[in-house]
């Protein structure tokens, strides 16, 4: 690193030091440690997981599973919440992988079902 950056770096902690000049050390972490969870929090309820849900609807059971896999118990959370489901916090993060999965395949499943009186008549005529 060159001086040039460091010493940009130090513009920006002096603004932030500037801020807190009035409280302790401990206080200005505590205060900037609560502001970047609250933030985090709002970021993870704004996102739009439409896309995701999509994409699982495509997919078979194994697919989907391994897919959701990628994605962390929290977001899992904010998918069932987008998919209308009552999903528990305190369940581990394979039970909200299953329960989204299986959320997910029963369209798929109806439709089977009403379809097939259908595809038995058309059996039949062959």
């Known amino acids: 690193m060159n001086v040039k950056t460091l010493a940009n770096i130090l513009e920006k902690t002096l603004i932030i030091l500037k801020h807190y000049e009035h409280c302790t050390v401990d206080e200005m972490l505590d205060d900037l440690s609560t502001k970047l969870q609250h933030q985090k929090k709002q970021i993870t309820s704004e996102i739009d997981y439409s896309h995701v849900m999509k994409q699982i609807k495509n997919m078979n059971k194994e697919e989907a599973t391994t897919f959701l896999s990628s994605f962390k118990k929290e977001q899992l959370l904010q998918i069932g919440l987008q998919m209308n489901m009552k999903l528990q916090k305190r369940d581990t993060k394979q ?23 259908s595809q038995k008549q058309m059996s039949e005529q062959i």
Do not use: D, G, Q, T
């Not at 989204?100 to 009403?114: G, Q, R, T, W």
């Open 95 to 117: 039970i909200l992988i299953e329960s989204i999965v299986s959320h997910c395949s029963f369209p798929e499943l109806y439709a089977k079902m009403a379809n097939r009186k």
